[in-house]
């Protein structure tokens, strides 16, 4: 077996894991990439607690131009939503236009202890008015046990990246519609 083989291939793998692991220290996308003028299955990943505490509940913001929001529901937590006028109307499947619906969900009253991983979805529509190549972020609030926090809101400026930023936004990258 060659040197490379034994020694040089597991390190670059180790080295791999290692520059991967800030991308899942938030709460993220699973799929991270849509058309728009489509539906989206927006599944939201926690990855851990606050702090080492357990997730207790999990608010999602829906921006502008996401419509059609239905978010699914998870055994032993309960599920809310917030419904408001959006700042425009939209065409939307058969029905000629909507200006208002879901702006937020909101899970809560379960525990997702820090050990463990779980993911929360919702089903969204994706209008036109969405720009394709640009990114939309979906801000998400994480509440712990013992009233710990963990904000993951942080909307990059243009010139600027996630990665930049301490606790991003889940974001997703538009793409032509289909």
């Known amino acids: 077996m060659s040197v490379y083989r034994r020694i040089i291939a597991p390190l670059g793998a180790c080295a791999l894991s290692i520059l991967a692991l800030p991308a899942s220290a938030h709460v993220s996308l699973e799929t991270r990439e849509a058309a728009v003028a489509g539906s989206y299955k927006a ?3 926690v990855p851990h607690g606050c ?14 131009g996401v419509i059609g929001v239905k978010p699914m529901p998870k055994p032993g937590w309960t599920l809310a939503t917030v419904k408001g006028k959006y700042a425009g109307t939209y065409g939307y499947y058969h029905r000629s236009t909507v200006s208002e619906g879901v702006t937020e969900v909101a ?5 997702l202890p820090d050990d463990f991983y779980d993911e929360f979805v919702m089903q ?4 036109d008015s969405l720009k394709p190549g640009t990114m939309l972020y979906f801000p998400v609030v994480q509440e712990c046990a013992g009233g710990a926090v963990d904000r993951w809101i942080e909307i990059p400026a243009e010139d600027r990246k996630a990665d930049d930023y301490e606790a991003p936004a889940p974001g997703l990258k538009l793409l032509p519609r289909k």
């Open 107 to 111: 899970w809560s009253g379960g525990s």
């Open 43 to 45: 599944v939201f990943r």
């Open 51 to 64: 702090k080492g505490a357990a997730t207790i509940g999990l608010r999602v913001k829906i921006p502008e």
């Open 124 to 127: 969204v529509y994706l209008t």
